[in-house]
Nanobody, 121 residues
Framework: QVQLVESGGGLVQPGGSLNVSCVAS????????MGWYRQAPGKQREWVAS???????EYADSAKSRFTISRDNARNTVYLQMNSLNEEDTAVYLC???????????????WGQGTQVTVSS
C-alpha cells in the first residue's frame, strides 16, 4: 500500500556532489520522520540523516557539514544533498519513513529499495 522509491544515484568523482531523492506514495494518511541510511558492500547498514515533519534535522558524524537533508511535505519527498563526496561514501543509499496509512492509521516504518552511489575517479 505504501512505496518508497529512491532516485538520483550514480557515479561521481571524489570531491563531487550528488542529490538523491525519495518519494513516498500510496494510501498515506500522514508522514512523520524520514531518513536516509546507507549500506556499503560487506558492511552493516548505517544511519546517515533524519528529518522530522517540522523540519528538525539530525546527522551522523560522517555526514555533518557535507550532507544536507530536506523534505517537501506536499510531495511526500525527502532529499539528500551530498557534497565533498569521497570513496568511503560509496554505498547503496536507502530512505525510510514512518508512515500512517489510510487503512490502519497505525505507524510503521517503510523502506525503499535503495539507489547506488559510487564515488570513484
Amino acid at each position: 500500500q505504501v512505496q518508497l522509491v529512491e532516485s538520483g544515484g550514480g557515479l561521481v568523482q571524489p570531491g563531487g556532489s550528488l542529490n538523491v531523492s525519495c518519494v513516498a506514495s500510496g494510501r498515506i494518511f500522514s508522514l512523520r520522520r524520514m531518513g536516509w541510511y546507507r549500506q556499503a558492500p560487506g558492511k552493516q547498514r548505517e544511519w546517515v540523516a533524519s528529518i522530522t515533519s517540522s523540519g528538525t534535522t539530525e546527522y551522523a558524524d560522517s555526514a555533518k557539514s557535507r550532507f544536507t537533508i530536506s523534505r517537501d511535505n506536499a510531495r511526500n519527498t525527502v532529499y539528500l544533498q551530498m557534497n565533498s563526496l569521497n570513496e568511503e561514501d560509496t554505498a547503496v543509499y536507502l530512505c525510510s519513513a514512518v508512515i500512517s496509512t489510510m487503512s490502519t492509521y497505525s505507524w510503521n516504518t517503510y523502506w525503499g529499495q535503495g539507489t547506488q552511489v559510487t564515488v570513484s575517479s
